[in-house]
C-alpha cells in the first residue's frame, strides 16, 4: 500500500513583524483545519508557537526570502502562505487539487498595472496575466521544484522589485499541470466580500496588504462581513421557503 502524501502549510519570514503577521494567520489555519501541519521558515531563532509544528532557521534574509526556501518545503504537498493571510475555511479539501496538478495559483487581482504587467524576456499575451504568489500550491516532484529553483534564481539575477514577473514567464514556458484557483482563495480585496452573494463564492483565504497595519482591526472587519453576508441570505431563505409554504397552501 502506498503511502499518504504529507500535507501541510509553510510561511517564509525576514524580520519579526512578519513572524508575528504568519502566527496569526497560522493560528486562523489551525482554528479551521486543526489537523494541518504548519512550518515555518524564519530569521527569528527563537519562535515559540502552538500555531506552528515545525521551524526553520533562514539565512541572508530579505524581503522575498519565499524564493530561496520554498523549495525546500518538508511537505509532499504543500500550500505556501505570505505572512499576511488569513484562512476563513477549512481548508483540507485544496490539497485534493493536487491529486492532478502540480501547481496551483490564482492570478493577479491587479492586473492591469504596469508593475504587474512588467516584462522579463518575452513578450506574453495579456490573457496570461501574473500569478499571485501569495498563496501557491504544490507538490514535490521533479518538475515543481525545478520550477521553484528556476525561480529563485531567476529572482536574484534580475532587478524586479516583484517575484511575480519572472514566475509569470517560468510558468508560461513549463509543462507543469497548472490549475488556477478561484479568487475565493487568494482574497486581495475586501470590497468582495461586499458583492459577491453567497452562491457566486464562499471566501476562503483572505490576503490583505492592510494585515500588515492592523491585522486584528483587519481580520475583525472581514469577519463582521462575512457573518452580515450569511445571515442577509439566510433571512432570504427563510422568506422564500415561507412564501413557497404559502403558496403549496393555496393548492
Known amino acids: 500500500m502506498s503511502k499518504s502524501p504529507t500535507k501541510g502549510i509553510i510561511y517564509i519570514t525576514a524580520g519579526a513583524s512578519f513572524t508575528r503577521l504568519a502566527l496569526a494567520s497560522a493560528e486562523s489555519a489551525k482554528q479551521h483545519s486543526p489537523n ?16 506552528i509544528d515545525g521551524l526553520s532557521l533562514i539565512e541572508n534574509p530579505h524581503v ?31 490539497f485534493d487539487v493536487l491529486k492532478r496538478f502540480d501547481l ?3 492570478h493577479a487581482q491587479k492586473r492591469n498595472h504596469f508593475p504587474t504587467q512588467q516584462k522579463w524576456t518575452e513578450d506574453i499575451p495579456y490573457a496570461f496575466p501574473q500569478m499571485n ?12 521544484i525545478q520550477l521553484l529553483k528556476d525561480w529563485q534564481q531567476a ?10 514577473v519572472t514566475l509569470r514567464e517560468l510558468i508560461w514556458k513549463s509543462d507543469l499541470r497548472i490549475s488556477i484557483l478561484p479568487p475565493e482563495f487568494n482574497i486581495r480585496f ?3 466580500l461586499d458583492v459577491w452573494t453567497e452562491k457566486e463564492a464562499a ?31 439566510q433571512a432570504k431563505w427563510i422568506k422564500l421557503k415561507w412564501i413557497w409554504q404559502e403558496l403549496k397552501s393555496l393548492v
Open 36 to 51: 494541518i501541519r504548519v512550518h515555518l521558515f524564519s530569521d527569528q531563532p527563537d519562535v515559540q508557537s502552538p500555531w
Open 64 to 94: 522575498r526570502s519565499k524564493v530561496d526556501y520554498i523549495h525546500q518545503t518538508p511537505f509532499d504537498y504543500t500550500l505556501f502562505l505570505d505572512a499576511d493571510t488569513r484562512i476563513i475555511s477549512d481548508i483540507h479539501s485544496l
Open 104 to 106: 496551483a495559483i490564482a
Open 133 to 144: 504568489s501569495g498563496v501557491l500550491l504544490f507538490r514535490k516532484n521533479e518538475k515543481s
Open 155 to 164: 529572482y536574484h539575477n534580475n532587478g524586479f522589485w516583484k517575484d511575480q
Open 190 to 192: 475586501a470590497k468582495y
Open 203 to 233: 471566501p476562503q483565504i483572505l490576503h490583505y496588504a492592510k494585515f500588515k497595519e492592523d491585522f486584528n482591526a483587519s481580520y475583525q472587519e472581514a469577519k463582521g462581513k462575512i457573518q452580515t453576508r450569511r445571515q442577509h441570505w
